[in-house]
């Protein structure tokens, strides 16, 4: 494929699918005039509605990617382009006022190019009331205009909405390509980092970003140390593992990934334990296997993950944050599994 790098919808990782059918529609030249892009978080839907814009407008009609030198391309890449919008959530939601504010926009031509396009990003967080404002224009938007629409997909989106859309899926990624976007992203990030956090992420490479910038693994690393320290006494010692849950604690949104890397190392280490692989939770985080309690059983790491299940449930039903880390980091160090 020909395209722009960084520009071109064409460079997106992962999401062959949608090149393919973007790339058909313009070829033929019957552009919908509305767009989903419908998949997990952080695959790349809004780098790939940017280079979308880049190639509807670009000057260069030879080709159905952005060619990325005209007068076009570059403005697109200073975010400068008069008629390539993009309005994101304000304080996590789309409001009813910009979805107005857009629409006012739309009665208005293109300022210097044939198309306008507008990325609307996360439609997923409209109430009904934006919802509701949205769905005339959508049905039959001025000429001249293309709406993109982004969408997670573990998430409700009104079928009044898809049904007045052109839906097209995105995928998540497999670990190599996300551990490479990371690397790519992150030149401090090390390929045991970025091999964990596109596990952790389950193919999202936004995702995995958003928690190594939280410092996620990091605190990981000293916390596993701390439960896996056989000469941390759990009743001598109270205040090593409360500092530990308060440090947790304080990850406040970022708890259910946290968990999820406890899931990873227990899980690798019952591999393990049964003779069915590498300790890939322990060698990805760089730490040394025989700090690892030699009297865990594997019931005792059935028992763990059980504790994590349990601390899940706990913050999903607004449980004390604090109070759930501090029950899980002590039953995570307990010795014996008739502590959990």
Known sequence: MSGYPGLCYSTVIGQEKAVEFVSRSLQSERVPHAFIFKGPDGVGKKLFGRGLAAALNCRDLSS???????????????????????????????????????????????????????????????RQEAANSLLKTLEEPPEGNVLILTADISRELLTT???????????NLEPDDTADILCSNEPDMDQKTARLLARLSE?????????????????????????????????????????????????????????????LWLRDLLFSWYGLGEE????????????????????????????????????????????VCEVLLFKLHAASRSFL
């Open 203 to 263: 193919g999202s490479p936004g995702r995995g970003i958003e928690l190594y910038r939280a410092d996620m693994v990091d605190l990981f690393r000293r916390l596993i140390t701390v439960v896996s320290d056989t000469e941390i006494d759990g009743d001598r010692d109270v205040h090593i593992l409360l500092s530990a849950a308060r440090e947790m604690a304080d990850k406040k949104e970022q708890l259910f990934p946290f968990l999820g890397l406890f899931r």
């Open 280 to 323: 890939i939770g322990l060698g990805g985080l760089g730490l040394e296997t025989g700090r690892v309690p030699k009297c865990w059983s594997s019931e005792d790491l059935f028992a763990k993950l059980r504790a994590v299940d349990r601390a899940e449930l706990e913050l999903r039903r607004n449980c004390n944050r604090m109070l």
């Open 64 to 126: 159905v990617y952005a060619c990325g030198h005209c007068s076009s391309c570059k403005k697109i890449l200073a975010d400068s382009h008069p008629d390539s919008v993009v309005i994101t959530p304000d304080k996590g939601m789309i409001k009813i006022n910009q979805v107005r504010e857009m629409i006012k926009l739309l009665e208005f031509p293109p300022y210097e190019s044939h198309w306008r396009v507008v990325l609307l990003e996360d439609v997923h967080t409209m």
């Open 161 to 171: 909405i898809s049904s007045r859309c052109q839906v097209v899926p995105f995928y």
